[in-house]
Structure formats: structure tokens, C-alpha cells
DNA sequence: TTGTACGCGTTATCAC
DNA sequence: GTGATAACGCGTACAA
């Protein structure tokens, strides 16, 4: 038996006013509510609907709107839970506006496209707007030249020198509490394993940290950082750096700038047959679902993913209802509250 | 001073054809490669683009083309990394297309959208082609319709009722050896947690642990088998009901169908002071980036998520380019390989 | 209340 | 080689 070959083609406005014996703006009108029209030819027209089974094309629509009901979402990897949570939010947000989520992961692993080729791949759409995590390879001017498009909200990362409206959370606090914290459990010999330097959040994190060590006493500029790239591997690789030395010299405690790097830390510590935290204690920042789990239960800053997402989202809409034009003045969202997660992975110093 | 209301509008070809004094077609036939064009002509067209910023407007495209240079991708929840990671290799995929993709995910916390009205928005944007992880709540139906609008893949699920072209892994093989290797530990009281029994992964699965047990001269039937949702917390909630019972008749080993799960079965015979591997045994299946360094390290089953989203990926667009209609005519891809990863989370049954 | 005609930005067909 | 011109599907003034 042949089977037919599908046309791939869909009815179109034309067909259903034929087939509802009416004209086109008809249907338009009965479709968008946006011309009286008598009952009795409007449940014609939405019986024509239902069995030539109509879907407005939006490729037409966006013609004459020109803008698609369409976001953009930029995300470095999703590899990194903490960012698939933020993502989840937005996307959450977007699905309750009956709006579509384009997605970029533009630094994943066996990445192709420039932050360049994102950005003109997300103009070629028309896009309403996009929400923004920018990431190390991030290339500013691209970033700025969507806005050209609708408004871009950043999320979760910053980009202090272009003034865009983002939603983040109170990095520097949480990271202040965080080393507050350990240093109140009494160690002395601390090393930071930081994130990347060319990004806000670490940035944040590393003058949070150092925010405590002053106001302890200790002086920022004597505790060793490292700069890790927020990957669990970067974690392994500079707790060896920083535990590779005589005992006496060694740090009694991993302060990591996310659960990722803390990870990869306590990985290697008990490779090394280092006792997480009898020998040496490990803090995160991120709170990921899996910290809860480790063992030991990681000790960490707890940052709001989803409602990040969900909110940057809303702002993204906010923006795109009230015509901003996403230079700023669009209402701002203060820092949302961070908060730190007292569990196991660090005690008391191991005594000399 | 009053900061002029951004036009929100873009260059055209018309302008770009104005711009460099000539015709609309010349442009396109640049833009295109798609007719001759005298060398210094070309050079103003392309200086004029340049110029002017020109970015070709898809919409108009794909009212031409009759659809989208755009793919869906339907995912349940993206708080499942393993998911994460398969998104993120589809995506990749895309990308090395210069196609974009609309993400999904109907299943997220706080959902909202049926799997019909996840169709309809997809459907309305025309899109080439869809990647779809089917999820418990998925409607065949639903995906089935999608088929109307062009190929669509399925990805690490397969709805065998309705014979669409799948990238799946070896879930039966992988099942089957994992619990071959719990048997050949010695145990003999093992209890299943498994997953959705709607869902073709979590059959696979089951499947192949009773063909060990069978194998092994185990009466499948006497192995208890509790049915989760794949989610961490049921993989708690289910351990409790195993394990608390008297302990000559408790489980020595808990075979979950999922890492998520046995993370959550771990924290539960960690908070009763249980200690694995001594005291229970427990496995899982995925093998998550975070298994590895649990403690004890997660003995589990690894699937290659992220080549499972890229092939999913490169078939859906062979599947486009090749104009084949989606009804499993287009090629079919053999299930990736799994393999079985001992690590430190199962040892000999104790002592009675 | 309903129908006609035009424009949105692009590609393709046809004359020149 | 190059340039008019007609679709593509939809929304909407404007006319009936």
C-alpha cells in the first residue's frame, strides 16, 4: 500500500472562512475577539476551526506585530544544576504567559557559536526579549546589542558596566555570613577556591569573604585565593594546589565560591584520605539540590534558583507589556536574600 | 532630557536595497547565494548590511519557507539533571544547525499547561521538527498530533503504542547486568524501587533486574518492587517502607531505577543509622556527575545522556532535511550501549 | 454586521 | 546580470 505523502501544510485562515462560508476578518474577529460578529456565524466559524483542526500560524502574525511572542534564554551550560533550576523558572514564567522559551547554551561542552552568532541568531527571531545569564566567555557587546531587539533582563550574573535590569540574589552578604561563620568555629588557616574573576558573582563572593576576614581581624590580603571556573573539576584541581604542602602549612578549611568547586574539594580531600570535616572543613555557595545529600552535608549559601528565574521572567514581561525600553528603567528588583546552610562539612579546626 | 522612544523596528531588505541603490532581489540573491550577482554590487549590498545592521527577518522566511528553521524540545522537568544533560546535547546539535530551540517543560514544579496545550503553542509556531522526553503525565495523543507538523524524535523515552523513531539506551541490558552484579555480591533479600510504571524506561528496567533474578534461580515474584516517581524524595519515601520492618526481614540491598532516587534512599538509612555499604547495599541507574562523588561513591548504571540528545538531535534534522514524514520511516538509530559502574555503595550482604 | 484590499519582510518567477 | 512582481498567512483600516 502507498501511503499518501503528507502535504505538511496546515489550513490557513482562508480555509476556514471557506469552509464557515464567511469571509476572512470574520475569522479574524472571532479569533482575536476584535470585531462584533453574530452568534450564530461565530460558532460557525469555530466549528470550521475544530475540524480543519487551525492553528494560527505566528510566522503571519509576527509579520504585523512585528515582535514574536517568543523570549530568549541564554544560559552558559545546563550542566550545572544550579543553572537548569534558574532556567526552569523562567521557563515556568514564560509557559504562564502562553509564551514560547528560546534556548542557548552557548558555553557547553564541544560549544560552536559565539556570543556573537547567539546574538544574531536571537535578532533573526524577533524576539519580544531575552533573559540573560552571562557567563566567562560572555561577550558584553553582545549582550548590549540585543537590546536593540526588547528588553534583555540579566539573571543571577551581573554586568555592572552595561546598567541592565537584573534579578540576583545578596551575593556579598551571604558570602560575608558564610565566612563569618567558619571563621567563628575558630580557624585561622583558611584558603579561598574563588569563581571566575571576570564575573560579578565572584567577585561579590570574594569581597563578602574578605568583608569577614577583616572584620575578624585577619588580614584579606594573607589568605591565599585561587581561581577556579565554577566547575567541579577546577574544585579538585586547586584544593591539590592548596593541600599539596607540609601539614603545618596547610589550610584547615575550603572556602569555595560554589557547590560545584566544593565538591570536586571534598572529592579530592578523600582521595587524599583527608576527613571532611575531622581534617579539613569545606564550604560551598549555591545550596544545590545535592549538597543536602553529601556526605558530609555541605555546609553552604542558600540562593533562591527557581524564584531567580521565575522572577527575571516576570520582570522580562513587565518590561515587554509596559514598553520599557529595557535601558534601565524598567523597575528594578532588589537582591534577593541568600542565606547560609549550617551543616556538616566544617567543625573546629583539627588541633596543631 | 528626554530620552527618544526607541523605535523597537529594524532594517529591511528594501532598505538595504535602497541603501545600496539597488533592487530587492539583487539582496536576496547575495544574501542567498541564490543568482548572479557582479562582484562590486555584491561588495555595496554586503557594506550596506553591514551598515545598516541588517539581520534578515525569520518570520517572513518562514512564511515563505512554510516553516521555521526552529525545533521543540519537550522536556518533563529540568530539575532532573540527567534531563539536563540531554537537553543540553540536543541543543548542541541545534546549534551547529544555526537552528534554535523552544524548550518545554510541562512537568516543571508549578505547572501548567497540558500536554495538548504544550502541542498547540508548538504547533502554532510551525516548527520543523520536535525532540520529545516523554514524562507520566505525557499524552500520546498529544505527541502523536504533533507529527502533523514535522518529524519528531523521542529521546531517552519510547511510547511503544506509537512506533515514532526513539534514541533510547540499553535500559534492560544495563538493568539487568546491575542486578546480576548485586546477586553475584552474594545478596539474596533484595527489593526494588521503581519507577513510573507507565513509563517504557521504568519497564525496561524492571524487566531486566528479573531476568537476573530469574537467571539466578531467584523467583522474580518474591522480590518486592515499589513503584516511585523517579524523584529523590520518593526514593526516601519508599525506602522507609522497606526498611522498616523487623531486620531478619529487612532488604540487604535497595536496586533503584534511578540515581535520584537512591540519593534519597541513602539520606533515609543515613538519618536511621544505617550505614552503607555495610549495612544495606544501594544502587541506582544513570549515573549522574554527582554519583561519583557521593559517599560511599553511587555503584550505578551509566547512560550516555548527553550523545543520546545529540543523536536524538542529528536524527530530527536528517529526518528534516530528508523530508521523511516521522512515522518511523526515517532511520532508526540501535539503542546506546550502558554499562554497569562498580563503585562503593554495595559490598557483601551482612551478616545475619 | 460583514466583506475588500493592503501591508508586514522575504523568496521565487519571470521578463528584460 | 538585473529588476519588477506575485505570493506566503495574518491583521485591520475602510467601504458596503
Known amino acids: 500500500m502507498t501511503d499518501e505523502q503528507p502535504r505538511r501544510t496546515w489550513a490557513t485562515m482562508k480555509d476556514v472562512a471557506r469552509h464557515a462560508g464567511v469571509s476572512l476578518s470574520t475569522v479574524s474577529y472571532v479569533l482575536n475577539d476584535s470585531g462584533p460578529v453574530a452568534a450564530p456565524r461565530r460558532e460557525r466559524v469555530l466549528e470550521a476551526v475544530r475540524v480543519l483542526g487551525y492553528t494560527p500560524n505566528e510566522a503571519g502574525r509576527s509579520l504585523k506585530r512585528r515582535a514574536m511572542s517568543t523570549v530568549g534564554m541564554v544560559v552558559p551550560e545546563l550542566s550545572n544544576p544550579y543553572f537548569a533550576l534558574v532556567v526552569e523558572g523562567v521557563e515556568r514564567a514564560a509557559s504562564g504567559r502562553d509564551a514560547l522559551l528560546v534556548l542557548c547554551a552557548p558555553e557547553a561542552e564541544g560549544a560552536t557559536g559565539s556570543a556573537e552568532t547567539v546574538a544574531r541568531l536571537l535578532r533573526s ?21 540585543l537590546t536593540s531587539l526588547g528588553p534583555v533582563v540579566l539573571v543571577d550574573e551581573q554586568l555592572p558596566a552595561l546598567n541592565l535590569p537584573a534579578v540576583v540574589s545578596d551575593n556579598r552578604k551571604g558570602a560575608r555570613e558564610m565566612a563569618a561563620h567558619v571563621l567563628a568555629r575558630g580557624h585561622t588557616r583558611v584558603a579561598v577556591i574563588g569563581g571566575p574573576s571576570n564575573l560579578w558573582t565572584a567577585q561579590q563572593r570574594l569581597a563578602g569573604y574578605r568583608d569577614a576576614f577583616a572584620a575578624a581581624g585577619l588580614d584579606p590580603q594573607r589568605v591565599p585565593v585561587l581561581e ?55 564550604v560551598g555557595f549555591d545550596d544545590l539540590p545535592f549538597s543536602r545529600v ?22 522580562l514581561f513587565a518590561a515587554i507589556d509596559g514598553g520599557s525600553t529595557g535601558n534601565g528603567i524598567m523597575e528594578t528588583v532588589p537582591p534577593l536574600d541568600t542565606e547560609v546552610q549550617i551543616r556538616d562539612s566544617v567543625g573546629a579546626p583539627p588541633p596543631v
Open 125 to 145: 527571531r524577533r524576539l519580544s526579549g531575552v533573559v540573560y545569564i552571562t557567563g566567562t566567555t560572555t561577550d558584553p557587546e553582545a549582550v548590549a546589542s
Open 294 to 315: 553529601l556526605t558530609p552535608r555541605l555546609t553552604t549559601v542558600r540562593q533562591p534558583a527557581h524564584d531567580l528565574g521565575r522572577r527575571a521572567g516576570e520582570l
Open 228 to 282: 577556579g571556573d565554577y566547575r567541579e573539576r577546577s574544585g579538585s584541581v586547586l584544593a591539590r594546589k592548596l593541600l599539596d604542602v607540609p601539614a603545618d602549612r596547610r589550610p584547615t578549611v575550603l572556602i569555595c565560591a560554589n557547590d560545584l568547586m566544593a565538591i570536586g574539594a571534598l572529592d579530592y580531600a578523600r582521595n587524599v584520605g583527608l576527613t571532611v570535616p575531622d581534617d579539613l572543613g569545606v
